[in-house]
């Protein structure tokens, strides 16, 4: 992926397609609630996922990672995905963003 326009569109891709990925205990997206952390998309096509959870314990958290790995194995210019799962640092809802505070009502 030597031209920018073009990575810049795959990770649009990616982004829009880590917006369809929910907790399925909360009506929100998994991007705007600020768990991801890191969208790392080499020239080769691999993409490496950081991403941390609401709680360590989270029960939905193999549902999760497979529905962001398959989802966005599905973005073309995506080869292949590894989903890390992080807890530094620590999720809080000052990281979601403004509209999924609205949402929430934290607003």
């Known amino acids: 992926m030597s031209d920018t326009n073009e ?3 795959v990770e649009e891709n990616i982004v829009r397609m880590l917006k369809t990925v929910y907790d ?3 009506p ?3 991007y705007d609630l600020g768990l ?3 969208i790392d998309l080499n020239d080769d096509g ?3 996922i950081e991403m941390t959870l ?6 939905a958290v193999d549902f999760i990672v497979e529905d962001v790995r ?3 194995a599905s973005v073309e210019g995506v080869k292949s995905v590894d989903v890390e799962i992080v807890f530094d ?3 809080d809802k000052d990281m979601m963003s403004e509209e999924a505070q609205l949402e929430l009502g934290f607003l």
Do not use: D, G, R, S
């Open 7 to 9: 990575f810049l569109t």
């Open 24 to 26: 399925p205990e909360i």
């Open 28 to 30: 929100v997206n998994i």
């Open 36 to 38: 991801i952390y890191k």
């Open 46 to 48: 691999h993409l490496v």
């Open 54 to 59: 609401t709680a360590p314990n989270c029960p």
């Open 70 to 72: 398959m989802k966005t």
């Open 89 to 91: 640092p620590p999720w």
